[in-house]
């Protein structure tokens, strides 16, 4: 107990010095992103054949549980509808309409990577960020696994490892970062048989959006679900009818982080915020954790 009390204390007054100077910064005061700049990608669900090539592809690429063959070309999981969970970053559904033939039109889901994410503003400990490429991505080392993020998000998106017990993941879509660092297209896009993904600049797919709307205005309902939603998203999708049948729900222009932070500064103004406490608390929580683990592997050995 003396000895686990000793590294507490070593490591929470590492840990101040560098803490207390950052906690101010919110998402809104980081630096500017062009988000007609950054990259996104247009899902036409009147194109999508619901093969879950894109599932497939997802699962390889981001070395999630391995699956047959069979399991992918399996269409009896569109009797329920799915969400995204710890072993799959995205799923396909049929729509969801009773007035229309069963399976009619598909629609992929995963993390919709916003321009204002509710998840980055809700992370007390930066854990979550909005890089300029349009990525919302996830740092292990910094989450204290508050699942702040799995209630913030509108589209109920992040999934957390409850059954790990030493290094649980906040899991969700990374936009496959590495393969469009390196000018590649998210494996999704890549493994679509029938271009009903499109991976590009947002603006550009914007713009592609509603001309395909304007060219074909009978094929489409006319609204472009992820351009002004929440302040606008990476993924942007085009349907036959309204969002709602596909799982996208009704959601307002104005960004959430906007709601959230007037309400932290109006609180957290005059004083150093209880966000800096807890922000403290995760890192010396993860630095005693990560010990701990080393302790015990040592142990092993010897």
Same mark, same amino acid.
């Given at each position: ?8 204390? #070593? ?6 010095? $560098? ?9 809104? %005061?980081?630096?500017e ?8 990608? =247009? +899902?036409?669900?009147?194109v ?11 699962? &390889?690429e ?11 070309? /399996?269409?009896? +999981? ?7 969970? +710890? ?21 992929? &889901?995963?993390?919709?990577? *916003? ?7 809700? *992370? ?33 998106i ?32 890549? $493994? *679509? ?18 001309? #395909?709307?304007e ?13 002004? %939603? &929440? ?10 009818? %309204?969002?709602?049948?596909? /799982?996208?729900?009704? =959601?307002?222009? %104005? ?5 959230t ?6 609180? !957290?103004?005059?004083f150093?915020?209880p966000?800096?406490?807890?922000? !403290?608390?995760?890192? +010396?929580?993860?630095?005693m954790?990560?010990?701990?683990? #080393? ?8």
């Open positions: 107990m003396n000895k686990d009390r000793r590294k507490f204390l #070593k490591v929470s007054t590492a840990i101040t010095a $560098s803490l207390i100077p950052a906690v101010s910064v919110s998402s809104s %005061e980081e630096c992103i062009d988000f007609n700049d950054a990259y996104g990608v =247009l +899902v036409d669900t009147t999508c054949i619901g093969c879950r090539n894109c599932e497939k592809a997802c699962n &390889i981001n070395n999630l549980p391995e699956q047959p063959q069979g399991n992918f070309e /399996d269409k009896s +999981v569109f009797e329920t509808n799915r969400r995204p969970d +710890v072993s799959a970053y995205t799923v396909v559904n049929p729509s969801i309409d009773s007035k229309l033939p069963k399976y009619d039109s598909y629609a992929k &889901i995963q993390c919709m990577h *916003c321009n204002h994410p509710a998840c980055v503003s809700a *992370c007390i400990v930066g854990a979550l960020t909005k890089c300029r490429h349009g990525v919302v991505s996830w740092d292990a080392w910094k989450c204290m696994g508050c699942r702040y993020c799995l209630v913030a998000c509108p589209f109920q992040p999934a957390y490892e409850y059954e790990e017990a030493l290094e649980p993941r906040v899991m969700k879509c990374t936009f496959c970062y590495d393969r469009i660092h390196n000018d590649k297209k998210p494996a999704c896009v890549e $493994s *679509c048989p029938v271009e009903a993904l499109t991976f590009g600049k947002r603006g550009e797919l914007i713009k592609l959006a509603h001309s #395909k709307i060219s074909n205005p009978n094929k489409y309902y006319d609204h472009v679900y992820g351009e002004d %939603e &929440i302040g606008g998203t990476s993924w942007i999708y085009l349907a036959s009818k %309204e969002f709602i049948n596909y /799982d996208l729900p009704k =959601l307002a222009e %104005e960004k959430i982080p906007s709601l932070e007037s309400i932290q500064h109006g609180i !957290f103004k005059s150093l915020p966000l800096a406490l807890y922000g !403290f608390l995760g890192l +010396v929580m993860h630095s954790r990560q010990e701990k683990k #080393k302790e015990a592997l040592d142990d092993e050995q010897s």
